[in-house]
């Protein structure tokens, strides 16, 4: 089966800083990543969609210059999360397809987020 | 936005006893996913259900698509420990291929 990798699976950063957490596709090529958060005890949340070599769509009341998505290659997606504060802290999900429409996406086992 | 309506929010019963879990909406899906989502992972696809009225089994689970396809059902027949988790509902949104999902039910199976 369709195999999607996050790094790290957990990162502690102090407030204020940035960190970087990267999606791959391991044994397919990805057109389209998705972000998602959790917050504990709650469901997922998209963020936004990124489409390989294009400026990600990001959902209504997602800052696009905090989140930095960048989907510079078909098996690649980084989200930035840019001067973390305490509230960033969260689970972050990835997903991925293989094609553009309604067909399965393929989950990443996530990376917690802590910011202290 | 599409609101997927998950019941109930928790349940915690005991090894052994069978159990529903109802994800309900006003709009209809062109299809609906369940998931399950153990802590610290990514949520694993169970099913898709396409057509309404629609029943699959995947071993003691059985999901089912309502007629009208706004509702969705997950019945667990003899839950065992290892059931436990978060089961999601997830449908694709209207404008596009992006996933919405319901908030969820939290099932706790104790032996």
Known sequence: GAVVSQHPSWVICKSGTSV???CRSLDFQATTMFWYRQFP???????????????????????KDKFLINHASLTLSTLTVTS???????FYICSATWASGRVEQYFGPGTRLTVT | TQLLEQSPQFLSIQ????????CNSSSVFSSLQWYRQEPGEGPVLLVTVVTGGEVKKLKRLTFQFGDARKDSSLHITAAQPG???????AGFSNSGYALNFG????LLVTP
């Not at chain 1, 973390?84 to 969260?90: C, F, I, L, T, V």
């Not at chain 2, 059931?83 to 509902?89: A, F, N, P, Q, S």
């Open chain 1, 20 to 22: 970087k957490i990267e």
């Open chain 1, 41 to 63: 005890k709650q469901s997922l949340m998209l963020m936004a969609t990124s489409n390989e070599g294009s400026k990600a769509t990001y959902e209504q009341g997602v800052e």
């Open chain 1, 84 to 90: 973390a504060h305490p509230e960033d802290s969260s």
């Open chain 2, 15 to 22: 090894e052994g006893e069978n159990l529903t879990v109802y």
């Open chain 2, 83 to 89: 059931d436990t988790g978060l089961y999601l509902c």
């Open chain 2, 103 to 106: 908030k969820g039910t939290s």
